[in-house]
């Protein structure tokens, strides 16, 4: 299973789309931990990538990723991760 940011140039068809969200809650003592967003997009890239297999894909093309910081009250925090992208199947 693939996963790219741009079109393929190789014969493929559309299957679907699929989308996935991770998110963490910061206590008030990490309140400024935003690498963890690295670790929020690799989790949404395997929750993508099972829900290509599912529909039976060969890949994602089109894949992005929105970052959002949510704030509560004071604290907690909240870091989102949605990503997003088009299933396709090679074609053979």
């Known amino acids: 299973m693939f996963m790219s940011t741009e079109e393929i140039n190789v014969g493929h068809t559309i299957v679907g789309i699929v989308s996935a969200t991770s998110r963490?809650?910061?206590?008030?003592?990490?309140?400024?931990?935003?690498?963890?967003f690295d670790q929020l997009i690799e989790e949404t890239k395997n929750k993508l990538s099972k829900r290509t297999e599912l529909k039976d894909g060969?890949?994602?093309?089109?894949?992005?990723?929105?970052?959002?910081?949510?704030?509560?009250?004071?604290?907690?925090?909240?870091?989102?991760v949605v990503g997003y992208g088009t299933v396709v199947k090679l074609d053979k």
């Open 58 to 80: 060969d890949g994602l093309i089109g894949v992005h990723f929105n970052t959002e910081v949510v704030n509560v009250s004071v604290a907690p925090k909240f870091l989102i």
């Open 24 to 36: 963490i809650m910061l206590s008030a003592d990490e309140i400024d931990q935003y690498q963890m």
